[in-house]
């Protein structure tokens, strides 16, 4: 069966009768009668996301291993691991931060009432993006769609029940940080990167650490439903997540640094999302006391909007008078679930800062060669158009703060740019600032979204097509019917609430319901003038939807938003839905949309 010589670099060390255990295959493991070793690791070389192989001399079988944790005797067998890359190129490191559910109320994002100087920070010495957009208004979908470059229709991840690795070619795709890690990154994590559950060892060089969701405990102050809370001398858990997530980020900042590779190290802070727990010092009523915060000025759903439209079944904040299209929480309760959103803002602000202060301490070198990246999720809605969350289609629910560093990119230092950005594009547009996009391994043609480096060049002008960019957002909608059905209240439906005829969507924007059992899906696009969204019926059969069942008259919405400067939550375009009277509008973009779709399988 021959072997590999000395010149066979690729093949990397090669072990007899050994098999590699625990392993992941790569779906192209191949059968030859004159396989070879050195055929079996040449396989290996060319596939990017192959880290190691098995060749069965028994059965002339080659296994291509994209993850293994160790060797096990195998009579008959021969192993090979693939030798660790080098990295060409400038190599840049790459500090990649997060935050959970954050809406773009920052400072830097022209709220000066909001204590982030922080993320602020990070945008006096980068580049800020004032319309970016999540594809996918939920943190599991939205994270799949980002971290793996691919829109949500083909990750198939749409719910929190699957993941882009379970698809059939899943294990064979290579990540945003695991292509970093091709390169010849040292690439780790801590805290909430990929989803809660939902890790993806494959993309990490040093094990990842998804640190523990801590909510409101005993000993806490407990606020109005258990919605928020603040830590305190008898707190029976006297420290936050977001300590966790730092302690275990910070160690991992400081391995990669001494690794003498370049690195990229992400850490991810779970606020502000729901419980909002922070300690001390960070109190709602400590940082952001009366008159600062307000109401929503725009508490009802939009006017002329379908009833799949909105989220009203599951939203986060658990409050007695919400749960359907007209159920309004009162503003003196509003102003309090606000008052402490915006004091979870601020703690994970802090908690970025730590990030940014270790990279500082690893000296001027270092950070002049680290790109520092800074993004949510996805949106928030704070009672405004009666959500209490994300999981929509709307500006709000989809538009997220997006600020990336680069310190070698002179014109785009302490600049803001307009061009209409998607999370997916972080994929294509990190890989060509760090100048690895023409560098064997290339990044796979199924990767999606357009590489936004050229903005860094001219981020106020922008270049080519980047004036005309569109962004697309998506999300589901299941269990759709009668309000009181849905409820199980007997008609007339009459609860402590009112009387109830409406009709709703509920599955908590189908978290855990198959999609077999999708009712409708809802695409939406953001120009530079409209927000178009139409909320397609979905064929339980094909797994994708039905646009000769769409129902254009009113199951279409169109937003005018020529003069949304994305800094005015209560943006009164947002609450009026113009579709019907705009038809000549509204059938080109419904066309381009369609047709955009088409291609994300």
């Given at each position: 069966f021959g072997s590999a010589t000395a010149d066979d670099s690729s093949c990397g060390k090669i072990m007899e009768n050994t098999g590699l255990g625990k392993s992941s295959n790569l779906n192209n493991s191949f059968s030859d009668p004159t396989l070879n070793v050195t055929k079996c690791c040449m396989a290996c070389d060319k596939e990017p996301a192959c880290v190691g192989w098995t060749l069965n001399r028994d059965q002339a079988q080659c296994w291509l291993k994209s993850s293994f944790q160790g060797p096990h005797s195998m009579a008959n067998g021969t192993s090979g691991t693939k030798p660790a890359p080098k990295c060409q190129g400038r190599c840049p490191n790459i500090l990649y931060l997060m935050a959970d559910d954050m809406r773009p109320q920052l400072g830097t994002y022209g709220h000066t009432y909001m204590k982030t100087p922080n993320i602020d920070g990070i945008a006096s010495n980068g580049l800020q993006f004032d319309f970016a957009y999540t594809q996918f208004a939920y943190c599991a979908p939205s994270r799949n769609s980002f971290l793996s470059g691919r829109r949500p229709e083909r990750t198939k991840a749409l719910n929190f029940l699957s993941k882009f690795r379970d698809l059939p070619d899943g294990e064979s795709w290579i990540t945003m940080p695991q292509y970093f890690k091709v390169h010849g990154y040292f690439t780790s994590s801590a805290g909430k990167i990929y989803?809660?559950?939902?890790?993806?060892?494959?993309?990490?060089?040093?094990?990842?650490?998804?640190?523990?969701?801590?909510?409101?405990?005993?000993?806490?102050?407990?606020?109005?439903?258990?919605?928020?809370?603040?830590?305190?001398?008898?707190?029976?858990?006297?420290?936050?997540?977001?300590?966790?997530?730092?302690?275990?980020?910070?160690?991992?900042?400081?391995?990669?640094?001494?690794?003498?590779?370049?690195?990229?190290?992400?850490?991810?802070?779970?606020?502000?999302?729901?419980?909002?727990?922070?300690?001390?010092?960070?109190?709602?009523?400590?940082?952001?006391?009366?008159?600062?915060?307000?109401?929503?000025?725009?508490?009802?759903?939009?006017?002329?909007?379908?009833?799949?439209?909105?989220?009203?079944?599951?939203?986060?904040?658990?409050?007695?008078?919400?749960?359907?299209?007209?159920?309004?929480?009162?503003?003196?309760?509003?102003?309090?679930?606000?008052?402490?959103?915006?004091?979870?803002?601020?703690?994970?602000?802090?908690?970025?800062?730590?990030?940014?202060?270790?990279?500082?301490?690893?000296?001027?070198?270092?950070?002049?060669?680290?790109?520092?990246?800074?993004?949510?999720?996805?949106?928030?809605?704070?009672?405004?158009?009666?959500?209490?969350?994300?999981?929509?289609?709307?500006?709000?629910?989809?538009?997220?703060?997006?600020?990336?560093?680069?310190?070698?990119?002179?014109?785009?230092?302490?600049?803001?740019?307009?061009?209409?950005?998607?999370?997916?594009?972080?994929?294509?547009?990190?890989?060509?600032?760090?100048?690895?996009?023409?560098?064997?391994?290339?990044?796979?043609?199924?990767?999606?979204?357009?590489?936004?480096?050229?903005?860094?060049?001219?981020?106020?002008?922008?270049?080519?097509?980047?004036?005309?960019?569109?962004?697309?957002?998506?999300?589901?909608?299941?269990?759709?019917?009668?309000y009181c059905a849905l409820n199980n209240y007997q008609a007339p439906c009459n609860n402590s609430k009112g009387t109830h005829t409406a009709m709703e969507c509920g599955g908590n924007a189908c978290c855990r319901i198959p999609l077999g059992q999708f009712n409708f899906m809802g695409y939406t696009m953001r120009d530079t003038q409209y927000r178009l969204t139409a909320w397609v019926p979905f064929d339980s059969a094909t797994l994708k939807v039905d646009w000769n069942k769409l129902d254009k008259s009113s199951n279409v919405e169109l937003f005018n938003l020529t003069t949304d400067d994305g800094r005015d939550f209560d943006f009164d375009g947002y609450s009026l839905n113009i579709a019907s009277a705009n038809m000549g509008i509204v059938e080109p973009m419904l066309e381009a949309l369609q047709d955009a779709v088409e291609t994300w399988y």
């Open positions: 989803h809660d559950g939902m890790d993806d060892p494959l993309s990490w060089t040093f094990p990842s650490n998804q640190t523990a969701w801590i909510s409101c405990h005993e000993g806490d102050m407990i606020g109005i439903g258990k919605n928020y809370c603040g830590l305190t001398n008898e707190s029976v858990i006297p420290y936050t997540d977001e300590d966790l997530a730092l302690e275990a980020g910070l160690m991992r900042m400081k391995l990669a640094n001494a690794s003498g590779m370049p690195w990229w190290v992400s850490i991810g802070v779970h606020r502000p999302h729901t419980e909002y727990r922070v300690p001390q010092g960070f109190y709602g009523n400590e940082l952001y006391p009366d008159p600062v915060v307000l109401p929503p000025k725009h508490p009802e759903p939009p006017t002329g909007s379908p009833y799949m439209s909105g989220n009203w079944q599951g939203g986060d904040i658990r409050d007695p008078s919400h749960g359907c299209p007209t159920c309004i929480d009162p503003a003196n309760r509003s102003v309090e679930y606000r008052r402490w959103y915006y004091a979870a803002v601020s703690w994970a602000d802090h908690n970025i800062g730590r990030a940014i202060a270790m990279l500082e301490s690893f000296g001027p070198d270092v950070v002049q060669n680290t790109i520092v990246v800074f993004h949510a999720d996805h949106g928030y809605q704070l009672g405004e158009l009666n959500e209490w969350s994300k999981k929509t289609n709307t500006e709000l629910a989809t538009h997220v703060p997006l600020i990336i560093r680069v310190p070698w990119k002179q014109n785009a230092i302490g600049k803001r740019t307009t061009v209409k950005a998607e999370l997916v594009d972080l994929y294509r547009t990190l890989a060509e600032l760090a100048e690895l996009n023409t560098i064997s391994p290339q990044i796979q043609e199924s990767v999606q979204g357009t590489s936004l480096a050229s903005v860094f060049d001219s981020p106020q002008t922008l270049p080519g097509n980047m004036s005309s960019k569109v962004a697309y957002s998506q999300i589901g909608r299941c269990v759709c019917g009668n």
